[in-house]
């Protein structure tokens, strides 16, 4: 998928998970590419900004169904849900 030796894909996948070794943008650009999503989604979401703040909604949404909330959350913020990458998503 993004070309790791099979030998060890899995300690450098485990590294990325818990933060040991961050991944290279590159590779992170690669993944989501392949996994058809932004590379903001694969990223740990930074809330001190809006546009963090909205991935994390968007999480929340998936779990807890919050999309009116979320949509008006971004339209109070002046957030392009299109901006995002989430155009997939309906909104």
Not at 9 to 24: F, I
Not at 37 to 48: G, H, K, T
Not at 49 to 77: I, M, N, P
Request: a negative charge; aromatic letters at 10%; proline letters at 4%.
């Amino acid at each position: 998928m993004v070309g790791f030796a099979e030998k060890t894909a899995d300690v450098r996948m485990a590294q990325y998970e818990s933060g040991t070794r961050p991944p290279k943008e590159k590779l992170i650009n690669d993944i989501a590419t392949a996994l058809e999503v932004s590379p903001r989604a694969l990223d740990v979401p930074d809330i001190d900004s809006y546009v963090g703040l909205a991935y994390t909604l968007f999480v929340l949404e998936d779990l807890y169904g919050l999309s009116d909330f979320l949509l008006s959350y971004c339209c109070q913020k002046n957030v392009d849900v299109n901006l995002l990458g989430l155009s997939n998503r309906g909104y």
